[in-house]
């Protein structure tokens, strides 16, 4: 089942399941915006909210996968999450979202004694980042720092923005010493070297932040986005502004505007860009390593990896508990993505 599946990610992972032979059952709150994507395709569907638990797992109970594409997952993934426990349903989503990450690993104890699968993060966010830090990890056993970086959404979708707009005020966050430590938004910026040359970075609370530390145990983490002088200011204000931004009426507006202005990257942009992904890890002894990742457009990235996770399921490579990419399918999982290649800059 594809939860969600008329929103701008959802409709891509339908689209290539589709493609690569899967039938899978369309569902989604809204019944008109289900029922064209069903009928597109010719396939089933459901429409439900996730109000309902006693519902929810009437549904899920005739599901072997569910893949959450509806966001922001900080409101979808808990309720979904404990009914693919009760109904002992494998749990997918794509979120990038740090505090979800962090709530569902908490689960992997009781999803190994139901022998299922919780894997959050199948898309941009976080499996080729996600297998960039094993890949580091490996090359470095004793790391004690990792940096990771990107530049790779030209454009966001929709839902990308709203979670964007709702945690506008909240901060930054990193890893250190092994645990979660706010910081003030934009707290570090540093040159990365990222699409052939170096870049300006700034540090953002990305979902690497908790899962990086659950593939590698490193316990020191920072996630960095490539940025511009302009951004930066703009992040920078957010921590004194960010209160203002985040008023309720202030908030009805802003989304109002990014409901109305915001599709996300076009075909032509899915099919011709690419992201970058670079990666640094340290030790105690000043010893550094350097890796860099090429992937196809991180849309285009989120249906491929998140259409192989689901055929990787189908055909029995299953593991059980709370799991990232890396840990489920080994840090070389990306590189078996048409468009991937991987280079060591140093």
């Given at each position: 089942m594809i939860y969600g599946a008329y929103g701008y990610t959802g409709a891509l992972i339908a689209e290539l399941a589709v493609a690569k032979g899967l039938k899978p059952i369309i569902a989604g709150r809204d019944e008109a915006k289900t029922k064209v994507i069903a009928d597109k395709y010719q396939l089933p569907f459901q429409v439900f909210d996730l109000d309902d638990s006693t519902n929810l797992e009437k549904i899920l109970s005739k599901v072997e996968i569910l893949m959450n594409a509806a966001g922001p997952y900080s409101k979808t993934a808990k309720p979904m999450v404990n009914a693919c426990l009760a109904t002992k349903t494998h749990y997918l989503d794509v979120t990038g979202e740090l505090a979800v990450f962090e709530w569902i690993a908490t689960k992997d104890q009781e999803a190994k004694e139901k022998g299922i699968t919780l894997l959050p993060g199948c898309g941009f966010d976080v499996v080729p980042s996600d297998c960039l830090a094993a890949m580091l990890k490996d090359e470095m056993p004793n790391?004690?720092?990792?940096?990771?970086?990107?530049?790779?959404?030209?454009?966001?979708?929709?839902?990308t923005a709203l979670t964007m707009l709702?945690?506008?005020n909240k901060g930054g966050t990193i890893r250190e010493n092994g645990l979660l430590k706010s910081v003030?938004?934009?707290?570090?910026?540093?040159?990365v070297f990222l699409k052939g040359k170096k870049r300006l970075a700034v540090s953002i609370p990305w979902g690497d932040v908790s899962t990086a530390y659950h593939?590698?145990?490193i316990p020191n983490i920072i996630v960095y986005m490539a940025t511009n002088p302009s951004m930066l200011r703009g992040m920078k204000f957010t921590r004194y502004g960010g209160w203002l931004l985040s008023l309720p009426f202030i908030q009805s507006m802003l989304e109002k505007k990014v409901r109305t202005s915001v599709k996300g990257p076009d075909t032509q942009m899915r099919k011709t860009e690419k992201s970058f992904l670079w990666g640094e890890v340290r030790n105690n002894q000043g010893d550094r390593k350097e890796l860099s990742l090429e992937t196809p457009e991180g849309y285009q990235l989120t249906a491929l990896t998140s259409v192989w996770i689901i055929q990787a399921l189908l055909e029995g490579e299953i593991k059980s508990g709370f799991l990232t990419p890396s840990k489920a399918f080994g840090k070389d999982m990306i590189l078996q993505i048409e468009g991937t290649k991987l280079t060591a800059t140093k």
């Open positions: 790391a004690t720092h990792l940096s990771l970086a990107f530049k790779g959404v030209g454009s966001f979708s929709r839902g709702e945690n506008i003030p938004a934009a707290y570090k910026t540093r040159e593939s590698t145990g």
